[in-house]
């Protein structure tokens, strides 16, 4: 079973900045895929962000300029920097990897945008 820990959620003031992180407990080297997803209260989830094994990586229009997709192979971990937070970016955001059919979500972490 492989675990995911995200961490980097909190309260933040519109237009701020935040970075979350997610480690992953098996090695990201020869991975899939891996992004990002959110769910607001009395919404469903969706994607944010979404690294595919190809090279590529794909962002909701919603976050399009503002958010960013990295990884660290080293580290086994991927983050996404979100900057000019807005209040309905308000969530919990999920770490989602797969390798192969077998896919792993994260525990979420809570990210509140409001002054």
């Known amino acids: 079973q492989v675990q995911l820990v995200e961490s980097g959620g909190g309260l933040v003031q519109p237009g701020g900045s935040l970075r979350l992180s997610c480690a992953a407990s098996?090695?990201?080297?020869?991975?899939?895929?891996m992004g990002w997803y959110r769910q607001a209260p009395g919404k469903e989830r969706e994607l944010v962000a979404v690294f595919m094994s190809g090279g590529s990586t794909n962002y909701a229009d919603s976050v399009k300029g503002r958010f960013a997709f990295s990884s660290n192979n080293a580290k086994n971990t991927i983050y996404l920097q979100m900057n000019s937070l807005k209040p309905e970016d308000t969530a919990v955001y999920y770490c989602h990897m797969g390798w192969g059919v077998t896919h792993y979500w994260g525990q979420g972490t809570q990210v509140t945008v409001s002054s």
């Open positions: 098996r090695s990201i080297f020869s991975i899939n895929v």
